[in-house]
């Protein structure tokens, strides 16, 4: 995902991030000048740094594995991103290379790619303010202004989105690095700790407890309010119609009906699916029939699921279904899990006149920015799986395991063992 987007992921950490990859001792050996340099790790030594040029950044290309794939017109995902800072290469014990990029908590605020740079200026503030308590509570932060941040942090929607420096830059972007720049050091706090400060896409017209979503305590600043000003939102309303002979095929595929049976009806009866037809009848929760259509409509019939310009077939649970002309057609709804901030409506409200810090009181109980300290490094978890890299500094002066990258390139393969390249 790019950082200019109008659709929205949804924010919501939902489980601890991986370990933070360490440095290993291991150096590349050294050669004469126009041949390849190739390292291969000590068999204890699993990991590799490359750190980037002062100012500089790293451009990061990666590959995953191979898969069989019964999807139509099947890609082949890749990693493209440039990253500031330094990039620990870890190889998993599945052979497999994760990546964890070491920055500027100030860099890392700047990479978050959470809505379009285009937006008023009152709701980019909303967002930085929201991105960083929100990065600073779920990491546990307690430390003094400028300390490191031990634990690490996800970037993806488990977390909080982070796509780096885009490739291509887009110099649009200047506009929420002007908002990170603008709010630093700017949180919300409760009880002196950074707020958790969840935030979501687009809503069906109101907010939802912590607790209702998430099963968690209820905390006094994630309460239910009105939603009135998200009405700009591509997913505000939706109405999607999946033919019944595509039904059939997607809930087969995921398991859930017979093979060769017609569906004649389908219908939602609190949070339980009904699907009938052909003598046969099944049941499932929303959750259930929601992912069926989600991944096998794009991946069996990518020209038409999803339909545009949604995201997802079925963004949302806040839906209604029923049979129309041999279909199941859903309304609906939103998109996201429904707590703390919408994000398209802090969009309506900076559109209102509203302030960054009355977006954020209205959405997280009264809550106004306070000034806090801020760590000085993070480290992100930015991407895991991959079989090989090939990292390209911007400029020369970077290293590899403290030693000059004399090449300007940087390829590493994981296997049965870690291999570093320097080609010429």
Known sequence: MTVVTLLLLSAACTSSPPPRAEPTTSRATRTSPGTATTSVAPEAATSAVIRSPNGGSLLVRGTYPRVESRCVRYHRPRLAARYPGTLSVKRSDDGTLALTVTLSFEDYLKGIAEVPPSWPRAALEAQAIAARSYALATTGWDGAEGETLKTPICATTSCQVYGGIPVPFDPSIRRWFAAVRRTSGEVLLYQDRPADTVYFSTSNGQTYGNDEVFGSAPLPYLRPVVERDDGASPLSHWRVRVPFDDLATFLHEAGEWPAH???????????????????????????????????????????????????????????TLSSSGGAAVAVGRGWG??????????????????????ILAYYYGGLRPQTSPEPGLI???????????????????????????ETGRVTVAGG???????PP
């Open 261 to 319: 049976r017609a569906i004649s009806s389908a219908g939602l009866e609190g949070s339980t699916v009904t699907v009938s037809g052909d003598g046969a009848s099944r049941s499932m929760d929303l959750t259930t029939f929601r992912d069926a259509v989600n991944v096998w409509g794009p991946c069996l019939k990518p020209g038409r699921y999803p339909p545009s310009p949604l995201p997802v077939t079925l963004p949302s649970r806040w839906m």
């Open 337 to 358: 899990h429904g707590v703390g901030m919408v994000q398209w409506g802090a969009y309506g409200k900076a559109l209102r006149g509203l302030s960054a810090s009355d």
């Open 379 to 405: 480290h992100v978890l930015v991407a895991s799986g991959l079989t090989s890299i090939d990292v390209r500094p911007s400029a020369s002066g970077a290293t590899l395991n403290g030693e000059p990258v």
């Open 416 to 422: 049965d063992q870690l291999t570093v390249t320097t």
